[in-house]
């Protein structure tokens, strides 16, 4: 979606902490999610804030929000290899349908041993 | 609890055929949206239904379809199959109005 963008590729290593970032457009936005798919499988709600939040911590996930500059990112800490997989940036819109969701293309985290 | 299912998983079709995929949403929830994904691109929104209602359409032609039954399941159809609808057919399900949404794996339509 053009919409929302993200970076095509993150390479880290295990144990690192890895950033996926993502920036939308439409500020009407009423809430930003974060999807992971792996290989062969659809998407699996990882975290998601609302978008008069700042920051939103869940276990070894943290997501930030800056409203001003439009600004999402996902912070994985002490990323394993398990955690390799695409990363879907996605936003609900008003007048679209309270519930249809725009994507971007997906971050590929790749992690090393 | 099961989550959102979906089937079939792989369909094989040619061009002008028509196709019906059908999802069964997590219990208790009543919306399901249809999603379409290319290979190498986010999710595309197709449809959303509440209650049985249509509540939103993306940019898609009149060949797709849909709709949601009593019992809160739903069924996407496709007519006049192209080659471009090769892709993963992705089915979510929420609770109510603001709830986040839920995927099941998808059906990977294949058109030849």
């Known amino acids: 979606g053009e919409d929302v963008e993200q970076s095509l590729f993150l390479s880290v290593r295990e144990g690192d902490s890895s950033v996926i970032n993502c920036t939308y457009t439409d500020s009407s936005s009423t809430y930003l999610y974060w999807y992971k798919q792996e290989p062969g499988a659809g998407l699996q709600l990882l975290t998601y804030?609302?978008?008069?939040?700042d920051m939103k911590q869940d276990q070894r996930l943290t997501v930030l929000l800056n409203k001003k500059d439009k600004h999402l990112s996902l912070r994985i800490a002490d990323t394993q290899t398990g955690d390799s997989a695409i990363y879907f940036c996605?936003?609900?819109?008003?007048?679209?349908?309270?519930?249809?969701?725009?994507f971007g293309s997906g971050t590929r985290l790749q992690v090393q041993p | 609890d099961a989550g959102v299912t979906q089937s079939p998983t792989h369909l094989i079709k040619t061009r002008g055929q028509h196709v019906t995929l059908r999802c069964s949403p997590i219990s208790g929830h009543k919306s399901v949206s249809w999603y379409q994904q290319v290979l190498g691109q986010g999710p595309q929104f197709i449809f959303q239904?509440?209650?049985?209602?249509?509540?939103g359409r993306g940019n898609f032609p009149d060949r797709f379809s849909a709709r949601q039954f009593p019992n809160y399941s739903s069924e996407l159809n496709v007519n006049a199959l192209l080659l471009g609808d090769s892709a993963l057919y992705l089915c979510?399900?929420?609770?109510?109005?603001?709830?986040?949404?839920?995927f099941g794996d998808g059906t990977r339509l294949s058109i030849l």
């Open positions: 996605a936003e609900s819109k008003k007048g679209t349908g309270r519930r249809a969701l725009t």
């Open positions: 979510a399900s929420s609770h109510g109005e603001v709830e986040p949404q839920h």
């Open positions: 239904y509440y209650e049985k209602e249509e509540r």
């Open positions: 804030i609302f978008s008069n939040m």
